[in-house]
């Protein structure tokens, strides 16, 4: 007899068949699958397989039996294999998981192996049952009671599965509470039909008033790719396929290391359906994240007609992705910069290569012969060192070694590991604290400590530390970094996924504190411009990912965390606050936000009307344009602080608002309103600007400044991100300065000059009170502005003198100025005095007295009273230190009105003036000739005020013509500066040609004493005033 043979086969003899047929009748129409084990002779298989056929018992039909697994003996074990169209049953899989996929398997001789076909179904579920009833089988398996409620269900649950073709195995695995929850597993060795089996499961459910929740496998089949797969392996093709059309289409699954994801089509995956019973997974790089169990899966529903029946039935298949996977290396050497203190120190140094753990058994090696090993296993961390001996007196200044990790299909990837030596006459930067001795120009790195990323310190040349640099992140934030640069692949669908980024982002920075360093604020911000790049072409429809993507948006602009934002990004060209702004702004743009929002550093507010008007933080933005959609307007707080202001000359002065529309560009025309963050000076000229993203920097490109009537307008043709700059200084007007010095001068040279006269012709000239009191007030206007100037002069650059000398030199310019205007009230009232009152006659003392009070004493006191009530003269209230002049508020208001109305109103009296005695010398045209002497006198004081009268006033109508007009407003504005500065930095040239030059008296006089003759007694015009000022 040849070697023994064990044979599993689906066959019955008729012995048997009788004898088992009377029991295994579960219902009428009822189906079983009995399995006998026969032992027999090799040679006698084909005579018992063709015995074994189709027969009838009873009304019962027995199918002919089938052989399903055949095992041979050998010394101390046996060999088995499955028959063509058969597999190893689920649960032999699972407690030998090295056969499954494998025809033939080698077990111990007691081992219980077992195929089924192909088409075995395996199902498992759980059945939740409502009342009482079955309270029972939640007792303890030993009481009586629940063996009776156990069994009475399972043979409910019996007699209508077992009517399934196939019909093989079917227990209660276990209860438990939950209502009463029953779990269950049945095994169909045959096809199944997916609609049968939830028919069947809808009668138990209706039957008893309960839920079902089960899964098939078997029904539906994976194909995988050849295993292992090779670490970043493209075009690697998962098939799905069923026999039956389930009615439905397929959704794919995976579980990996980092959790559970669908499967949808992304940047790696590719999801492709041709048929209900045929779907595809295509990965273009396998990579880490694609090794693990896939999962097609097929979801029904039973339609129960009776309250408390639910089915739900889900087909799956699932099959794990075998990897060979390559490592991501870190590599360390300790120390870190070996020290060779003598030429004859011998030092030992480790090399370190770090790797996450993996499940690839990576056969480890390092060149030159060194043996390594596997020195620590922290968490996700291995650790392979190797050690090196340098022996300092033949060692270079750098020596390597290699890591080498080979992967079973025999990739490898590699890791140089280098000792930076420092040699005896090295430079180093000594150790410190944390900070190991590092060499000249190198940089050392230490792991971060309870956080993502490593901390760097430079050691220059010289071999000094510089500051740390820290790129430590937090776990959180790392993790939602990680989970949004995968969430394009295809792990999961993308817009759950953004979700769930943007859910965990918002409570990762809820706290500013928590996040207030340049890397965690650089990695918040990388989070959403990854996002902003992964959902361009595909929107943002969910409001909650809307809502959630916005709060953590405003949380990234608190105010607390400005300095982290200032910090320059070296591993980019753009600005954080750049990136962000333009991430953000994209966002916004291709998100469903159908609700204001108004956070609290972030508002955005929403507009489908024909002429769109927005208002975030107070900033209104008004949008026109044709066709139809939304305007979306969002406002920054804090943002303009962070953006990189380029021009150096200008300063933000505004929020950055932002705005988008779906609408088209034609006839695009947006007007913008912003409260400016500081008020704007008189005569700074604004800019409105928007961001251009090629250039990195604001640019006035199609926008245009509302002007000094309308400071914070701005009218743009374009869409982006707007904001207002505001000069650093005033407007300047071109060759001011040289005209105000060029006529300073002139006035300065002038007014001594004409001081020179007065004294020279003095005696020549005053021979009358009334030439007396005109030259004096000559002599007095000439000394007050000659000192104004001289002041005017010695503060035309307030900015390199002291604070103290600018207050002195806005007094002695308020007291001079006034006085001089004084001093011509003083001629003016005389004038008027003489002219009403011809006969009266007044002495040369009083007129002098009168004129010295008036002249000097009534602007002391206004420039006294305005310099106490001015806070003691403080800055900014009585003088300006930018001009070293009084100040200008607005109308009516500041010191600058103490000047100009005393000025006004002398000005009027001295108009009053001359019309009155230019009337009274018309009436005395006809009088005696005993008065032509006053009249001749008369005229020469009225002269000299029609003559002083536009020579003073007028410089200062234009003056403050300039005081309520802006340098920004125009080529008017210019040109009444350059009149104002014409005729008021030339007064004292006016004077000197007017009344100096201008008078035929003086003239003479000083013609006379230039010829060395002797002077006539007087005039004849001053003889006649004599006579008649005597005859009076």
Known sequence: MGPSTILYSRMWTFLFLYILGINFCQADNSTQMLYAKLIIDKSAIANITSILKNFTCNNTVVAAPVMTTVCTNGTGSKECECKLHHRWNDTFCQSNPKCCGNATCTLDKSAD???????????????????????????????PKYAKCSDGLLTKMKTVYSTMWGFDFLNITRFRIGSIIADFKIIIASSIDSQALISNSVKIGQSLSASLNMETSGLVNLKMPPMPVPYGATNQVIRCTTKEDLKIYPQWSIINSKGQYDITTG????????????????????TELWNGQFSCIYHQTGNCTTSGCTVNMLHKASAQLDVALLPNIDVFTEPSFPRCKTENDILQA??????????????????????????????????????????????????????????????????????????????????????????????????CKNSAGQRTRKCDLEG?????????????????????????????????????????????????????????????????????????????????????????????LDGSLGNSWNKPNPESNKSLAEKYLQSVENLIAISNISNDSNLTNLHVQTCSEDKCTNTVFNATVTVKSSGNGIVKTAGFKYLQDYLPNTTHTFNINSIVVSTTTQRGKENLEITLKF????????????????????????????????????????????????????????????????????????????????????????????????????????????????????????????????????RIAALLKHFCYLAMFFWMLSLSTMLLHQAVFLFHKVGKKTYLRFSLI?????????????????????????????????????????????????????VFINLFAMIVVIMKLLEHRSTEKSHEKEIQAAKTVLRSVILLTPIFGLPWIFGFATFSLDLTAGPVTLAVNYAFVVLNAFQG????????????????????????????????????????????
């Open 350 to 447: 480790k090399a370190k290569c770090e790797i996450s753990n993996s499940t690839e058994p990576y056969n480890v090696t390092w060149d030159g012969g060194l043996k390594g090993q596997l020195e620590t296993q922290s968490g996700n961390i291995l650790v392979y060192t190797t050690s090196k001996i340098i022996i300092c007196a033949h060692s270079t200044s750098v020596d390597t070694t290699v890591c080498t990790f080979t992967n079973r299909l025999g990739n490898v990837r590699q890791a140089t590991v280098r000792f930076n030596i420092i040699s005896v006459n090295d430079k180093y930067c000594p150790a410190e604290g944390d900070w190991e001795a590092t060499k000249a120009t190198f940089t050392a790195v230490l792991k």
């Open 989 to 1032: 040239l006016f004077i000197l040609l007017t009344t100096c030059l201008g008078d035929r008296m003086t003239r003479e006089a000083l013609l006379n004493s230039f010829r060395k003759k002797a002077p006539p007694t007087i005039s004849e015009s001053s003889t006649k005033l004599e006579t008649t000022t005597k005859k009076s």
């Open 854 to 906: 008036l002249g000097y004493v009534c602007p002391f006191l206004i420039v006294f009273i305005t310099f106490l009530t001015n806070n003691g003269g403080a800055p900014g209230t009585y003088f300006c230190l930018e001009t070293c002049w009084l100040v200008y508020s607005g109308l009516l208001k500041g010191t600058i009105y103490t000047f100009i109305l005393p000025v006004g109103i002398i």
């Open 267 to 286: 940047t790696v995956s590719t999801v492709h359906t041709s048929s209900r019973t045929n779907s595809t997974v295509n990965l273009s790089n396998v």
């Open 464 to 556: 000094i530390w510089r500051k740390e640099e820290s790129k430590c992140v937090n776990f959180d934030l790392n993790n939602i970094l990680q989970n949004a640069m995968i969430s394009g692949t295809g792990l999961g669908a993308l817009e759950k996924n953004a979700e769930s980024i943007f859910f965990s982002l918002t409570n990762a920075t809820q706290n500013p504190q928590t996040i207030n360093t340049f890397p965690n604020l650089n990695a918040s911000v990388q989070v959403i411009s990854t996002m902003s790049n992964i959902l361009t072409n595909h929107g943002v429809n969910d409001t909650t990912t809307s809502n959630n993507f916005l709060a953590s948006s405003s949380n990234l």
């Open 113 to 143: 192996a077992k195929c089924v076909l192909n088409t075995t179904v395996t199902i498992t579920g759980s059945l939740r049952l409502q009342g009482s009833t079955y309270t029972d089988c939640l007792e303890d398996i030993t009481n």
């Open 675 to 806: 409260p400016l963050l500081t008020e704007r000076p008189r005569h700074v000229e604004l800019q409105c600007v928007s961001w251009n993203y090629n250039q990195s920097k604001w640019t006035d490109e199609g926008c245009k400044w509302g002007g000094a009537s309308n400071p914070d307008e701005c009218t743009c043709n374009h869409l982006t991100s707007f904001a207002i700059l505001m000069s650093r200084y005033p407007t300047e007007i071109p060759y001011m300065t040289e005209i105000t010095y060029a006529g300073l001068s002139a006035s300065v040279l002038s007014l001594v000059i004409s001081l020179l006269i007065e004294l020279i012709v003095w005696s020549k000239v005053v021979k009358t009170n009334t030439l007396h009191v005109r030259h004096t007030a000559h002599v007095n206007i000439s000394l007050c502005l000659l000192v104004a100037d001289c002041c005017f002069l010695a503060s035309s650059q307030p900015e390199i003198i002291s604070e103290i000398w600018c």
